[in-house]
């Protein structure tokens, strides 16, 4: 019972959408509450995981390996290390909140957005479960289609143009990881003479210089699409203002971590020579994003955008985080995923409290409206305070690390890094003064009703996990450092770096004058045993 | 005794989790006792905690307390962890009994405001940071204190949030604040690079061995650190934001914006000694930087009509005094300062409180006149505050200023340059703080009748606290009379063992004292006190004596008054070549990089692909004898490629 915990908590919320399929659509508080009570139940059960969850054991737990498509080598293959539990776990909760953000906003084809969400939820936790590539990319694909529908269904006015735009990079993406994960998996067949779509397996399998090369750009190219890194963004202003505020909630919230759990878990371990050598094009790139989303998000006008860029931003310091190879900077880096999932989602949330009150989100349209709604005032500004990383919110632990991470790789990387702790406080607080400050200009606002109960449940839980995370993340480090330590060995078999057994640091391998080599220079004389099959 | 450290931090952290929870449910009178409540019991437990702690032998005066791991990520592991030694022990009386007094205040001052339930929340909260901020026992903890006093100061300044200008300044100063927390932050990088911790014990006692004494590592560091303290202290070319804070509540001004947050980053230099003193080149740059802030800002303050405005200039000048202390490596002639000036300028920003509350909410000088006689309890405090700020022998601040100058001339750091700064400063000082005492207090009655009608002395609650202000203005130097005066420097005494430092170079200057140094000492002391008075003079005549003296002069220099009224036009200058800049380049950013360039790109292909499709889909026309013609004319073509080919 216990070993099968992760399908329960994967195929749950499907049970879910059967269930939601014998309702008549019109019964529309039956089937909010039915999703409500689906989605809380899967919540329950990822608690239950976290609270089995050995934080000292290293490796995969829970794991769950049976053999189903035999000829090409398929099989169904879950298991979770501590990265992936705390994914699952924000997950679980954003989409209890999503719901409930849902209850008055959604008034037409209820059925199938309930449905939609269920669905996402299952694709995302089956992301988070795979450690079968087969399984990956299918439950990889199964997000796609219910998030373009929320997009794309019930969406604002140019909900089209943006549902389109996001299935189209993503799918690009998605289509070159595809082939790579062919060519490992015949690649893994012309050396063990069986097939094979195991993490695990292929993680194990030797590739040459420049097979690793051409793969990992084939992945980090539909992950960092995901992510979305600079310059691969501009689909996701548009996906976030166009869709429904339970929708821009889990994109934020989780969907972007998809791409950057995609690099610690599948490019990081399986091609770690080329890991080391994409770093400084993957660390500048992010550094792009960091500053130039927080610039770009500045002068935003709808606070949605302003918000998205934000996550660019953000999710550079994710990206930057990885790719410092070191324990601090990756540490830093889930626990970043794990926060901006959290405070973007708390601010989506908030703006869709707003939306649905005055029906729109020009921040030229609000000011004043600390004075109208005082307790909505204090949640946005402790998220706000979250996303600009004051110490004890959640939002510093995470930024402070990859930052001290970044800073021991390069310096430079982390000085330009941390422009984007000053740019965050502007554009935010920008933001918060122009909508909440001031005396109260627009007659529509002067009547704005406080946050009802129900909008109260929503926050509560969000804010605690703000503090929590931000005062004592202790427990969270337990769970996520043997999973990074685990990582980071893989990434050492690269042979131009060394792996300190105590600090989990690596370092550059010297050559014989003491300099540090670049690492591209290192693996030029091994292209000659690339093979093209 | 180390056990009960975390109560000091714990009351006000307390009153702020009652008073912001039950925000709008509690009568004010709870209120009010819950938030002085909790720092009084606070400032009860560090007056403890100094007696403990002066029962301990000299070389074993540091208690520490670790309460749990709040950052554990491999090498780096911070705790939520208290260090008392004598320096923290210093702050936390200053914090929590200045702090203590201005709660009591702030009960009368904030009496008719709505808001005092918020007011005392961001309050207490802010003496919960800048308690973390002196107790903690390494940079990222005190980090926390540091960005928390930040955004409390953020929240105070903007308390009357309905002005825009408040709110404004609310946002420069977080701002502002910001660009310095990330050169702290930076700093605080090289060091756990170097060091591999960033608990205070274990890099001070590593420095010596890590770091070159002089290289430029360490230079770097201190440099970094220093930039944040130019933000949090106010210091060129980040002071820009403490005059602007004046929009807050004037209790406000008096605990954050004078005797406690801006003194932040003296602390933290103090506190990284150690460092300081291994990078002379970084101590040249505090130390000018220092001299010049306090001259600088000197200037400015004697035009300004605005009360607050006179006392912000004056603080940033202050704090650049403590700077220039610590630049010449005479931390303890720093911390000195910070002390007596929390007093001083405490009571100086009470007592223009007290004055504007009299004045229904009036700030410019030049409606008052002649307010001595409504506020005699108002005016004595303020009087003898002005006399301890500007250095009249006897008053706390003669002392510790001129300690300062003593070393900024003395100290193998010091330079001359940097002591005739200091001592043109003293002179400014004195002006500037005696015309505010004859523009408010003496001369013509120039308000206007009904304010005249309104004018009363403060209520008990804000009187008591300008009298116990004013005791500790006067005798609250008498802890640090200099060895000059054939006495033991108590305060020097007790903070040796923290700060690092030239102690042998003390020792030596104490031995040099009894010669002819001395004579120096006692004639450089004799120029300011001389040079004090002949200011006291000057702006007896000019704003007492002969009015319209000051205004034919300022007439005369016209164009000089224009520059310093508009405070050198240096918020214009930063707007022209920094803000906006960022600002366009950002709109260029949005609308041609990402707009026009990157999705320009994106939707061109997608014009291309569906254009291309146009043109594809033509071969289908539907027409069946079309169809039959390229189905022949393939089969041909099949048909001859294999026969003839």
Same mark, same amino acid.
């Given at each position: 019972m216990i070993g099968d915990i992760l399908t329960y908590l994967t195929f749950f919320p499907v049970l879910g959408v059967v269930l939601l399929l014998l309702v008549p659509k019109e019964r529309h508080d039956s089937i909010k509450s039915l999703s409500l009570i689906i989605a809380f139940v899967t919540m329950l059960i990822s608690f239950l995981v976290y609270a089995l969850f050995d934080p000292l054991a290293s490796g995969m737990q829970f794991e769950v390996n049976v053999p189903w498509v035999n000829s090409v080598g398929i099989s169904y293959h879950l298991g979770i290390d501590g990265i992936s539990l705390l994914l699952i776990v924000l997950t679980t909760i954003l989409t209890v909140l999503a719901i409930l953000s849902s209850w008055n906003s959604i008034k037409t084809g209820v059925k199938g957005f309930y449905i939609s969400i269920l669905l996402l939820t299952t694709g995302m936790i089956g992301v988070f479960v795979s450690l079968d590539l087969f399984l990956f990319y299918v439950f990889w694909e199964v997000m796609l289609i219910p998030m373009y529908f929320l997009i794309g269904v019930w !969406? !604002?006015?140019r909900r089209v143009y943006a549902a389109i735009k996001f299935v189209l990079f993503t799918m690009f993406g998605s289509l070159l990881m595809l082939v790579a994960v062919l060519y490992l998996v015949f690649k893994y067949h012309s050396m063990a003479g069986v097939y094979s779509f195991d993490i695990q397996a292929l993680v194990s399998m030797p590739l040459s210089f420049s097979e690793q090369a051409y793969l990992f750009a084939a992945f980090a190219l539909a992950f960092a699409i995901k992510v979305p890194l600079w310059p691969l963004h501009t689909w996701l202003p548009d996906a976030h203002v166009e869709a429904p505020t339970a929708g821009s909630v889990i994109l934020a919230g989780v969907l972007l971590k998809m791409g950057t759990y995609g690099f610690i878990r599948i490019c990081l371990p399986m091609f770690p020579e080329a890991t080391v050598a994409f770093l400084p094009y993957i660390c500048v790139l992010s550094v792009i994003a960091i500053v130039y989303g927080a610039l770009v998000a500045m002068v935003q006008k709808d606070v949605k955008s302003l918000v998205a860029f934000s996550s660019v931003s953000h999710m550079g310091f994710v990206m930057l985080g990885l790719f410092t190879l070191n324990l601090q900077g990756l540490e830093g880096s889930v626990m970043q995923m794990i926060n901006h999932g959290i405070s973007t989602g708390a601010l989506f949330l908030l703006v869709g409290m707003i939306y649905d009150r005055r029906h729109t989100r020009l921040i030229s349209e609000f000011g004043g409206i600390a004075k109208v709604m005082p307790a909505f005032a204090t949640y946005f500004m402790i998220v706000t305070l979250s996303s600009i990383g004051l110490p004890f919110t959640n939002g510093f632990v995470g930024e402070f690390l990859i930052l001290l991470g970044a800073f021991q790789l390069n310096t430079w990387y982390g000085v330009f890094a941390v422009t984007g702790v000053i740019f965050s406080a502007c554009y935010m607080l920008w933001m918060y003064q122009r909508v909440m400050y001031g005396k109260v200009t627009n007659p529509e606002n002067e009547k704005l009703t406080d946050m009802s109960a129900r909008e109260r449940i929503i926050m509560i839980p969000l804010v605690f996990l703000i503090f929590w995370i931000g005062v004592y993340p202790k427990p969270l480090f337990d769970r996520i450092e043997p999973a990074v330590k685990n990582v980071l060995e893989q990434v050492s078999r690269a042979k131009s770096v060394q792996l300190d057994?105590?600090?989990?640091e690596l370092t550059r391998v010297k050559d014989e004058k003491g300099t540090v080599t670049d690492a591209t220079v290192t693996f030029a004389p091994e292209q000659e045993e690339a093979t093209h099959e | 005794m180390a056990e009960y450290i975390y109560l000091v931090p714990l009351f006000p952290l307390i009153g702020f989790l009652i008073n912001g929870l039950l925000l709008g449910r509690l009568p004010r009178a709870a209120v009010n006792f819950i938030a002085c409540a909790s720092v009084g019991l606070s400032f009860i437990v560090a007056v403890m905690l100094f007696f403990d702690l002066r029962a301990l032998p000299e070389g074993q005066r540091v208690l520490e307390q670790v309460l749990f791991t709040w950052i554990p990520s491999g090498a780096l592991q911070v705790n939520i962890g208290f260090l008392l030694d004598p320096l923290s022990a210093v702050m936390i009386l200053v914090v929590t009994g200045v702090g203590f007094l201005i709660h009591i205040y702030s009960t009368g001052y904030m009496s008719h405001d709505p808001g005092f339930g918020r007011y005392f929340t961001y309050l207490n909260l802010f003496t919960f940071s800048m308690l973390v901020l002196v107790l903690a026992d390494s940079f990222p903890f005190m980090f926390v204190g540091w960005e928390g006093v930040g955004l409390c100061s953020y929240l105070l300044i903007g308390?009357?949030?309905?002005k825009k200008s408040a709110s404004d300044a609310g946002k420069k100063a977080f701002i502002v604040n910001r660009i310095g927390d990330a050169g702290f932050l930076l700093g605080m990088f090289i060091i756990f690079w170097q060091v591999g911790s960033l608990q205070f014990t274990e890099v001070m006692a590593a420095a010596p061995a890590v770091f070159a004494a002089g290289g430029a590592l360490v230079t770097t560091v201190c440099i970094l650190l220093f930039v944040g303290a130019t933000g949090k202290s106010a210091? +060129?070319?980040?002071?820009?934001w403490l005059p602007d804070a004046m929009e807050g509540p004037t209790p406000v001004s008096a605990l +954050?914006?004078?005797?406690?947050m801006v003194t932040a980053g003296v602390y933290m230099l103090a506190r990284s000694s150690v460092l300081y003193t291994m990078a002379p080149d970084a101590l040249a740059v505090v130390a000018i930087i220092g001299a010049a802030t306090a001259l600088f800002a000197a200037t400015i303050g004697t035009a300004q009509n605005d009360i607050k405005r006179v006392l912000a200039y004056s603080t940033v000048s202050q704090l650049g005094y403590m700077f220039l202390a610590c630049g010449v490596a005479a931390f303890t002639a720093g911390i000195f300062h910070l002390m007596t000036h929390a007093f001083f300028k405490a009571l100086l920003f009470l007592a223009a409180g007290s004055v504007i509350h009299g004045m229904s909410d009036i700030q410019d000088m030049r409606q008052m006149g002649g307010l001595k006689k409504y506020m005699p309890i108002t005016f004595i405090t303020m009087l003898l505050a002005t006399l301890a700020i500007a250095g009249i022998p006897g008053f706390s601040g003669f002392f510790s200023k001129d300690e300062i100058l003593w070393k900024s001339f003395s $100290? $193998?750091?010091?330079h001359i340059l940097l002591w005739i700064i200091g001592f043109i400063t003293a002179g400014l000082t004195a002006f500037y703080m005696f015309r505010l005492i004859y523009m408010t207090f003496y001369g013509k009655e120039r308000m206007s009748d009904e304010v005249k009608h309104h004018l009363h002395e403060s209520p008990r609650s804000m009187t008591l606290p300008l009298v116990v202000l004013a005791v500790l203005s006067v005798i609250g130097g008498w802890v640090g009379i200099p060895h000059v005066f054939g006495v033991t420097n108590h305060f020097e005494h007790w903070l040796a063992p923290v700060i690092a430092g030239p102690h042998q170079e003390a020792a030596s200057h104490a031995l040099a004292a009894a010669g002819s140094s001395a004579a120096t000492e006692f004639l450089l002391m004799g120029l300011t006190v001389v040079l004090v008075l002949f200011s006291i003079f000057g702006a007896y005549m000019l704003y007492k004596k002969r009015p319209e003296l000051s205004t034919s002069l300022a007439q005369k220099f016209s164009g000089l008054q224009a520059l310093l009224v508009n405070k050198y036009y240096v918020d214009e200058i930063y707007g022209a070549l920094v803000v906006r800049p960022i600002v366009t380049g950002s709109v260029f950013l949005w609308k041609i990089v990402d707009v026009l360039f990157i999705d320009g790109l994106i939707n061109g292909f997608a014009a291309i692909y569906a254009d291309i499709s146009q043109v594809a889909r033509r071969v289908q026309t539907g027409r069946i004898r079309s169809y039959a013609t390229v189905f022949v004319l393939g089969v041909v073509a099949m048909v001859g490629y294999f026969l003839y080919w």
């Open positions: !969406g !604002g006015p057994p105590v600090t989990y | 308390f009357w949030f309905e210091q +060129i070319p980040l002071y820009v +954050i914006h004078a005797a406690t $100290s $193998s750091h010091g």
